[in-house]
């Protein structure tokens, strides 16, 4: 494991306060979010920025890519659980949707 425990309770909060953007902390453990598209072409590109964000970084999240629908998964594999890094990357997806 890791040597950074997962985030809880009040600090945990509080960044996904700060996150906004409709994204769900599920059982202190990830974030999820859903992301809808026009058609299959603007979600696939998405897919693709944010890959590309993910590969950067070494930071990579469950993606999930349908008709006009991508979802994201984000944590932190090695500690299983949230850090802070999870959540900066939420937010890099959220820029890469506005961008879009």
């Known amino acids: 494991m ?8 009040p600090e945990l909060h509080a960044l996904h306060t ?4 409709d994204w769900a902390v599920v059982d202190e453990h990830h974030l999820e979010k859903s992301y809808t598209f026009d058609d299959f072409a603007r979600a696939l590109a998405f897919t693709n920025a944010v890959g590309a964000i993910a590969e950067s970084e070494g930071h990579h999240p ?5 008709w006009g629908k991508v979802g994201l998964k984000i944590w ?13 990357l939420a937010a890099k ?3 890469a ?3 879009m």
Do not use: M
């Not at 890791?2 to 309770?9: D, H, I, K, M």
């Not at 659980?81 to 959540?87: H, K, V, Y």
């Open 18 to 21: 700060s996150l906004g953007g």
């Open 97 to 99: 949707r506005d961008e």
């Open 62 to 66: 469950d993606i999930y890519l349908a």
């Open 76 to 88: 932190t594999h090695k500690i299983n659980g949230l850090t802070e890094s999870d959540f900066i």
């Open 2 to 9: 890791g040597s950074v425990p997962p985030l809880t309770g």
């Open 93 to 95: 997806a959220d820029v």
